[in-house]
């Protein structure tokens, strides 16, 4: 068996951002030597969240807005009590959104369908990130 | 290590459609000869996911109605003003569905609670389609 | 390579309660001997799930009535008329939040960010529940 474990760093502009991570991610796969496995692409904050979907940046737009009528930014939440950073509505999105993703490898390569696209969902950002890729196989 | 990856084919004859896939993973486990390993259960698509829950038909159609008051089909979205197939809701529903699975395996099959079902929650359907297995272990 | 299977025994004195198993999570990635590997956190369950958060318990306070409000316990559900538990919101905030989890293990350790915690959300509990803990790796 073998494993890797690279980190891609981000650091968004804006407090809320969705960036395109499928190259980052596709570059540590090829360099892992590992033929056939699964990939966990995994955010090491709480505030923001890895999912796929089409590669369509219209979408991710929409994909806000709806994050944003569930989790209004106008709610009262408990959390923005004790804590300063006042991003409960950050930490829920990430929790709705799933968090993280597992993916194929398969013949040294993500083994994504023909649109699907890698996001780093980021809603507490201006501030430097993680995302842990973790893969095993052989 | 062994690994194995199968495709189950799918094509729904409504646009939404929920359907038990839980018979076509486990024949995938069976046949792949690994006993201890993970199990991933992953859409090629982005309009649709595979999600687990309980063996009840009427859920799914809760589930249904619970995604259709979150993700309006009457609401407005960018992407429906640049693709044609005008498919918004049907990414935005597999986003919050969570889009794909990991199972375990043990004893070589999956090894899953009493009334676990594995669902393909299709979203934009009519059209083949097809859910990956990926499995590693020994 | 190397595999673990250990279910952790939980019980809520409530119907609804989000529970800290992060310790719990750990005493099975150190008792596995695993040092690089993928930590899968699955609920035998379909009215719960586990998740990752902040560790802040106010924020899981806000969890629930986001999920509250998206899954009005008010609501008319098929499932409701069919099963005498009549526990439909259960599964169905179970299903929006994911179920699962897949955790990176490095080092023998489990690889998470600072502030992150692993919660089990119990929405149908007082009942004895199951939390398997499958590990793969070397």
């Given at each position: 068996?073998?494993?890797?474990?690279?980190?891609?760093?981000?650091?968004?502009?804006?407090?809320?951002?969705?960036?395109?991570i499928?190259?980052?991610?596709?570059?540590?796969?090829?360099?892992?030597?590992?033929g056939?496995g699964?990939?966990?692409?995994?955010?090491?904050?709480?505030s923001?969240?890895?999912?796929?979907?089409d590669s369509?940046?219209?979408?991710?737009?929409?994909?806000?807005?709806?994050?944003a009528?569930?989790?209004?930014?106008?709610?009262?939440y408990?959390h923005?009590?004790?804590?300063?950073?006042?991003?409960?509505?950050?930490?829920?999105?990430?929790?709705?959104c799933?968090h993280?993703?597992?993916?194929?490898?398969?013949?040294?390569?993500?083994?994504l369908?023909?649109?699907?696209?890698?996001?780093?969902?980021?809603?507490?950002?201006?501030?430097?990130?993680?995302?842990?890729?973790?893969?095993?196989?052989?």
């Amino acid at each position: 068996m073998k494993s890797t474990r690279e980190l891609i760093h981000l650091e968004t502009s804006e407090k809320e951002e969705i960036v395109n991570i499928t190259r980052e991610v596709m570059k540590v796969v090829s360099g892992s030597g590992i033929g056939e496995g699964l990939a966990l692409v995994y955010p090491m904050h709480t505030s923001s969240a890895v999912y796929v979907s089409d590669s369509d940046t219209s979408l991710t737009e929409d994909l806000r807005d709806v994050l944003a009528a569930l989790v209004p930014e106008e709610g009262r939440y408990r959390h923005n009590e004790t804590d300063h950073k006042r991003n409960a509505t950050s930490h829920l999105k990430a929790a709705l959104c799933g968090h993280h993703v597992v993916l194929p490898v398969t013949e040294g390569r993500l083994d994504l369908g023909t649109y699907q696209t890698i996001y780093y969902a980021e809603f507490d950002g201006t501030r430097p990130k993680e995302v842990l890729v973790k893969i095993i196989g052989e």
